[in-house]
């Protein structure tokens, strides 16, 4: 038996060595195949981390563009806004009224710019003056606000004088102020002479105490008529000036990135480049600058040209930013594959070493056994301490839908079902449990809802939105694990939805207002419609939308105007982001034609580049331009025409327009007429002198009353006294405001003159030019009403030509007549100034001496008379020799009338005639006499 069973021994003991080397063998390939295991494993797990780290980066990249982008559309909007106030100022400066201080104040009031735009400053009106009208300017300006100056004083080509400010007592700005002097604005105002759009100043030292903001001026050129010429040196020539607002950088940029902690930051440069010195604003500033909370992970840089300037936005992303986009579930990732990496190497060396040491292990089964578990609980308790380290709620469902792992922050983000999260818990039964307490919100129909939740939760592809009944929002992502589970990872993205909601609001506003802007709007690309306004479909007579769409936007234009302003309806020009303001006409879709302007500016459609053309119905307008050119140019034929001229006075009833018939019949300069008053051109003295008239006039106007023949006069250049007379009616507006007076006037001069040679003639003498009978009578009364007041007398001396027929018979009437001139020259010369010589019929003449204290005066006076007559006359190389009777009346010791002491004088003349002529008889002896020839007296 032993013998047999030798071999049989030796052969078991060599079957259990071959078995131990094959065994050996075996384990040897064992184990190398655990480390290619755990290093598979391994990379698997890395390669599975930058996967979720990439895609996560992808979200947060996408999101920052869309934000940046947002901002960037946010601050052209608002400068767009600035510009519709601007072009409402220049339509006000436009009208055909010049425009007050008070009426600009009135409309910088109800514009209320500085509570309704952020930022936005005082608006002004600007002035261009050039050099040769620098005079009558200042003059004007004097007129109506005697302090009126041009600062800073000094002589130069032009000036651009500040003339309306909404609020006069804005920092660095005031009536008067030439802005020209400033290189920056002068720059920005010339450039918006020359491009007919608005134009924006560089960055200018802010005044207001902000200090994370500068100042910048928008200036839009105003020309002489409504319309931008389009040749360059038109425009030069049309410009009146401009009108410009300041801004300050902060309101225009700042308030967009929003939060006390914004997930982007932006800065803002004056240049296509951010050289020093260049920023405008900087979101971050007294609080973190972009990236220094260490190096920013995301930037973006954009440019934007607003009036005429590239602007350069640099955008970066905060550590909030970061943090609200960096989620677990790579760190997730990378634990649990290393965790199960290691798992499956030890499963594996424990196969590959269990056969060579099922010996060991059996006597150390139980010591191992009690280390392994000690093992896996510090593996389970790291990994759980990883899983409550992060900021997402984790759970982990197994093959059966029960819930294997979870931590507290999962159990924190749903508080109604808090206390069914617990190991062992079955998905649906929790979900079902939600459901029962209204975890979530905006649940109409439970059974779909369920069928939808539980269908993502066993079938996940891309992460949800959840929003619960608390008003938060919560991102779920789940992915399936190699076992069947599942893992989910909820996040927190309620502020982000917040933002999300504030930018939709505010894109769904920027909507609403192209929906009921009253301007047509159309964006288009590549000449195509893509979307049009309701005010775009009713302006082309279009029966809907759908009409426009895909449309040639050039096909609108009409034929005769499409090689000069189709193109720029289709694109702005290469590297502009606007086109400036064109009229144009289109071609309606039921066949009409109507005028427009139009303005092109790039903008963003469905997340593309387009362009939106803005259309302004300017035909009534045309039309009434058309109106108004015909009425004026009628106005001007008439005007040419008339023999009268035309006027207007504005509210202040000064001169603002007399027409060029007045300056051909009245030898003036303008200046010495335009910006006058009626008093002011009269002079002070013609004032005085009439004061009863002035007064009236002054108060015609001030009641607003028409007024009819109003005649002063007017001295011309040469010195000259040219009467005028005028009719006007006052200007009343539509609102019933008065704006001052128009009319017409007339040279009455040549007509004052005939007019006063037919008083003269009525009261005069035609041969010898003394006063007549009628005029002789007239101051014969007002000598002895005098006389009666003062207490004096009046003589009357009554002068009879003798042997004045014999001269007329032997010499000819026309001698005759030469020697009663003669005689009326005599007679004038021997008596004072304040006496009357009058011719009273015939050869008779007749003088009166006023203030006579003593009757010997008259008598003195009638002697020096007897004198002159007697002296022999030359008529014409023949000698005429002839005396007079005189008869003297006194007042009132004669007579008490006229007619009586008139009959008192004849008789005591016709008394001297019958004593031999050529002497002087008084009507009563005066008493006492004075001492004088008897023979002489009577």
């Given amino acids: ?44 797990t890395v390669l599975l981390y930058w996967y979720a780290k990439s895609v996560q980066g992808d979200l947060a990249r996408s999101q920052f563009e869309r934000l940046a982008e947002q901002v960037r559309n946010a601050v052209a909007a608002r400068a767009e806004i600035y510009a519709g106030v601007l072009h409402s100022a220049r339509g006000l400066i436009l009208g055909p009224e010049s425009v007050s201080p008070e009426e600009w104040r009135r409309f910088v009031e109800s514009l209320d710019a500085a509570n309704r735009y952020a930022g936005f400053g005082e608006v002004i009106a600007v002035s261009h003056v050039p050099i040769t009208e620098h005079p009558a300017f200042l ?70 105490g902000v200090e994370n903001s500068v100042d910048l001026y928008m200036f839009l050129p105003v020309y002489r008529s409504s319309v931008t010429p389009d040749d360059l040196e038109v425009r030069r020539a049309a410009l009146r000036g401009w009108v410009g607002a300041r801004v300050r950088s902060d309101g225009l940029m700042g308030g967009l990135v929003g939060g006390p902690t914004p997930h982007i930051q932006f800065q803002a440069f004056d240049a296509r480049a951010a050289p020093p010195g260049t920023l405008l604003f900087d979101s971050a500033l007294g609080d973190q600058a972009p990236g220094s909370a260490g190096e920013s992970v995301l930037t973006e840089t954009t440019h934007l040209v607003v009036g ?41 060396h424990l196969l590959a070493t269990s056969r060579a040491r099922a010996a060991a292990i059996a006597e150390r089964m139980t010591q191992a056994s009690r280390e392994s578990e000690d093992r896996a609980m510090e593996a389970e308790q790291r990994l759980m301490d990883a899983i409550e380290s992060v900021s997402e709620g984790f759970a982990l469902w197994d093959a059966d839908d029960r819930l294997v792992l979870f931590n507290n922050r999962y159990r924190e983000l749903y508080p109604l079902m808090a206390d069914r999260i617990r190991q062992g818990a079955r998905f649906q039964d929790v979900i079902r449990l939600a459901l029962e307490r209204g975890q979530f919100a905006g649940v109409d129909d439970v059974g779909e809802w369920w069928s939808r939740r539980l269908e993502a939760h066993l079938n996940p592809r891309h992460p949800a939105e959840y929003a619960l009944a608390d008003g938060r929002w919560l991102l779920v992502s789940e992915r399936r694990t190699a076992d069947g589970g599942v893992v989910g990872v909820s996040t927190d993205i309620t502020e982000l939805k917040r933002r999300e909601t504030d930018l939709e609001r505010s894109e769904e506003r920027y909507r609403s207002l192209i929906e009921l802007s009253p301007n047509a709007i159309i964006v288009h690309k590549d000449n195509r419609i893509l979307y049009v306004n309701p005010a775009a479909v009713a302006l082309t007579r279009a029966p809907d939308n759908a009409a426009l769409i895909g449309s040639r936007v050039a096909d609108l234009v009409h034929p005769d105007y499409r090689p000069t302003s189709g193109e720029p309806l289709s694109a702005p020009p290469e590297g502009a982001e606007s086109a400036p303001h064109i009229e144009t006409k289109l071609v309606c879709l039921d066949g009409s034609v109507i005028d427009v302007e139009a303005g092109l500016r790039a903008t963003t459609f469905a997340g593309e580049s387009a362009q939106q053309t803005i259309l302004t119905d300017i035909t009534e307008r045309k039309r009434a331009e058309a109106a108004l050119r015909e009425s004026e140019q009628r106005f001007r034929d008439i005007a040419g025409a008339a023999s009268d001229w035309f006027w207007e006075l504005g509210a202040d009833l000064r001169f603002t327009y007399v027409s060029n018939r007045f300056f051909t019949v009245v030898p003036v300069r303008r200046e010495s007429m335009l910006g006058k008053t009626h008093a002011e051109v009269a002079g002070e003295a013609q004032v005085a002198a009439e004061p009863k008239k002035w007064n009236g006039h002054a108060a015609d106007l001030a009641a607003r009353r028409p007024f009819r023949d109003f005649s002063y006069t007017i001295v011309d250049d040469d010195g000259a006294d040219h009467h005028v007379r005028e009719n006007g009616v006052p200007i009343i507006d539509e609102a019933g405001n008065f704006r001052g007076y128009r009319g017409t006037g007339t040279n009455v001069t040549e007509l004052r003159k005939a007019e006063e040679q037919l008083r003269r003639m009525a009261r005069h003498d035609a041969l010898t030019g003394l006063p007549n009978r009628y005029l002789f009578m007239d101051r014969l009364s007002g000598a002895m009403a005098r006389s009666r007041r003062n207490g004096t007398k009046v003589a009357l001396l009554f002068v009879d030509l003798d ?83 005189i008869g003297i009346a006194v007042y009132p010791d004669d007579a008490e009338t006229t007619d009586g002491l008139i009959r008192q004088a004849d008789g005591a003349m016709y008394e001297a005639k019958g004593q031999g002529k050529n002497c002087f008889r008084f009507a009563t002896p005066p008493t006492p006499v004075t001492p004088i020839d008897r023979r002489t007296s009577r």
């Fill in 139 to 208: 003059s004007r300006r004097q007129q109506a606000d005697p302090r009126f100056a041009i600062t800073p004083e000094g002589v130069r080509p032009d000036y651009l004088v500040v003339t309306h400010l909404g609020d006069t007592a804005a920092v660095g700005m005031a009536p008067g102020l030439d802005i020209g002097t400033d290189p920056v604005m002068r720059e920005a105002a010339e450039r918006a002479r020359d491009t007919g759009s608005l134009a924006v100043t560089g960055a200018r030292s802010a005044n207001h």
């Fill in 308 to 348: 005429g300037r590239t602007w350069t936005l640099r955008f970066v992303s905060t550590p909030a930013f970061e943090a609200a986009h960096a989620t677990s579930q790579p760190v997730i990732v990378l634990i649990v594959g290393i965790a199960l990496s290691f798992a499956l190497w030890s499963v594996a």
């Fill in 803 to 885: 042997n004045f027929k014999p001269v007329n018979d032997k010499l000819g009437h026309e001698a005759g007549d030469l020697l009663l001139r003669k005689m009326a020259d005599r007679l004038t010369g021997c008596v004072r100034e304040t006496d009357t010589v009058a011719r009273y019929g015939g050869d008779e003449f007749t003088i009166i001496m006023t203030d006579v204290t003593d009757v010997t005066a008259a008598a003195n006076v009638a002697s020096n008379l007897l004198g002159a007559v007697s002296n022999p006359f030359n008529l014409d190389g023949h000698e005429a020799v002839v005396g007079g009777s």
């Fill in 1 to 44: 038996m032993p013998m047999i069973g030798t071999p049989r021994g030796g052969d078991t003991m060599r079957g259990r060595e071959a078995g131990v080397m094959d065994f050996g063998q075996e384990a040897g390939r064992a184990r190398d195949l655990q480390w290619v295991l755990l290093v598979v494993c391994l990379v698997a």
